[in-house]
């Protein structure tokens, strides 16, 4: 919640170079990811899926959320070396 | 599942409408918004980082579409920004309640509503702050 407040208030009112910006996106990022997608496992485990059924929904979760941090963080990086 | 969709929706079961109080509200929709949440950040990071990837297509086109209304005039509107920051401020709020709950504050069923909407009075009160200050930013007049 204080990363996207700062976030927002970065977008709207503050004046910090790209690269602040970019290393507060990814930040945010990282952190609504992992709330995000243990929130969809927690819904998906709520359906008694099984022993096999957990290690699965939590390795593929675990892959999208690493494939997006690493997509989000490569379009911020010109921003996060460059700014 | 252990049980069947027609025991929880049927009569007695904890969703069917007609039994449901505030507080399995509360759940239902901090349940579905954290749904349509997760769908909005990755549209979301898709969608800034397609100017960087100089990406294209019908998809991209599409995210572009979401972006001027068929009502607006002379204004871009992000109508599904908007809608998403009322939900992003109920998800929110409800979340904070909930680890106020966790903590012990409020666990009294009167100020347990209280604390509910207030904190849903302070979401309307940051969301329209948010709207008000940064919609003719978005605008670009």
Not at chain 2, 69 to 73: A, C, I, K, L, R
Not at chain 2, 105 to 108: A, L, W, Y
């Given at each position: 919640m204080v990363v996207l407040g700062v976030h927002l208030w970065l977008a709207n009112f503050g004046q910090p170079t790209a690269s602040l910006r970019a290393i507060l996106g990814v930040i945010l990022l990282g952190l609504a990811l992992f709330h995000g997608l243990n929130g969809v496992r927690t819904v998906i485990l709520d359906f008694n899926v099984g022993t096999q059924g957990r290690k699965f929904v939590t390795m593929i979760l675990l892959l999208v959320g690493v494939a997006s941090l690493l997509f989000g963080m490569h379009g911020l990086w010109p921003l996060i070396v460059g700014g | 599942m252990t049980r069947r969709i027609s025991q929880i929706?049927?009569?007695?079961?904890?969703?069917?409408p007609r039994n449901m109080r505030l507080g399995i509200w509360a759940w239902l929709i901090q349940r579905i918004s954290g749904l349509a949440l997760v769908v909005f950040v990755v549209a979301h990071v898709v969608a800034i980082s397609q100017a960087n990837f100089a990406l294209s297509g019908p998809l991209f086109t599409m995210l572009d579409g979401l972006r001027n209304?068929?009502?607006?005039?002379d204004r871009t509107v992000l109508a599904i920004d908007l809608i998403m920051l009322g939900i992003i401020a109920f998800h929110g709020m409800n979340g904070i309640r909930i680890v106020l709950f966790d903590m012990g504050?409020?666990?009294?069923l009167r100020s347990h509503k209280v604390i509910f909407w207030i904190l849903v009075a302070i979401g309307v009160v940051v969301g329209g702050l948010v709207i008000f200050y940064g919609l003719p930013l978005i605008g670009g007049t």
């Open positions: - | 929706l049927g009569r007695g079961g904890e969703l069917n209304p068929f009502w607006s005039v504050v409020g666990v009294g």
